[in-house]
């Protein structure tokens, strides 16, 4: 596996750059308030939907879900409108989901509990540490990861998820035939996105030839109210799906 370029963790009370961390990360973690409804679906539906971390143990996908299906990973998914109504669409496939922010966590496992949604289990864990130590290589039919934070200035590029090591990480982890869909909705991310992913020699792009190297938004993808907002104004936004070789 490729070695991660260092890191930086920014001093939260200074806006300095802290010493570099020799690690991935798969989020920023920031302050977010949790709503009475957040709370009390930890407490109501924590137990059904949430797995708990564990360095030493693998995940027996069958016995989390109940059943032998395709195994999907969401990476970050914000308040998890999107996923419930993603895995509600693709009901004969399970999502394993990753979010470290609480509100989202909670707002997702509301959505859960109320629908009846059976086929999402909820890490509130670092996605990379999940798949290093719980998954193991060739485990996943698709990863998701939908609207990750740009870091619009030149100066933090390099905190951005998609970089070389991570989708190296994320490709090792997929099936033959499986598959990596991005999104984001910051054009020069997307170029970005688009570069690591072509040059990642286990995967190749399932847009067609002599194109953009875009894929169109598959169906499964639900318009956010937020990307609905762009849209009306304008703004663009680019679906990228790589298959493992």
């Known amino acids: 596996m490729t070695t991660p370029e260092p890191t930086p963790a920014p001093n939260e009370a200074t806006g300095e750059e ?3 961390r ?11 308030r949790m709503g009475p409804g957040q709370t009390r679906a930890f407490e109501q539906f924590g137990p059904r939907f949430l797995l708990a971390y564990d360095a030493n143990r693998k995940l027996n996908p069958a016995d989390l879900f109940g059943r032998d299906a395709p195994l999907i990973m969401e990476i970050g998914f914000g308040m998890g409108g999107a996923t419930a109504a993603i895995a509600q669409t693709r009901p004969d496939d399970n999502f394993l989901c990753c979010e470290v922010h609480e509100p989202g966590v909670g707002a997702l496992l509301k959505l859960c509990g109320e629908q009846n949604i059976e086929n999402i289990r909820i890490f509130r864990h ?48 997929l099936k033959p035939g499986g598959y990596i869909h991005l999104a984001t909705d910051w054009e020069p991310y997307a170029e970005q996105m688009l570069e690591v992913l072509s040059a990642e020699p286990m995967l190749a792009n399932t847009a067609e030839a002599g194109g953009s190297g875009y894929a169109e938004k598959p169906d499964y993808r639900p318009l956010t109210k937020f990307e609905n907002r762009g849209i009306k104004l304008g703004h663009g936004v680019w679906d990228l799906v790589f298959k493992r070789v």
């Open 18 to 20: 802290a010493p570099y």
């Open 126 to 173: 670092d996605a990379v540490e999940v798949l290093d130590n719980m998954l193991p290589e060739q485990s996943l039919d698709g990863v998701h990861v939908f609207f990750p934070d740009p870091w619009h200035k030149s100066r933090h590029h390099k905190r951005r998820l998609i970089q070389a090591p991570f989708v190296n990480r994320l490709a090792g982890h």
């Open 22 to 32: 020799r690690t991935i990360k798969s989020y920023v973690l920031r302050a977010g």
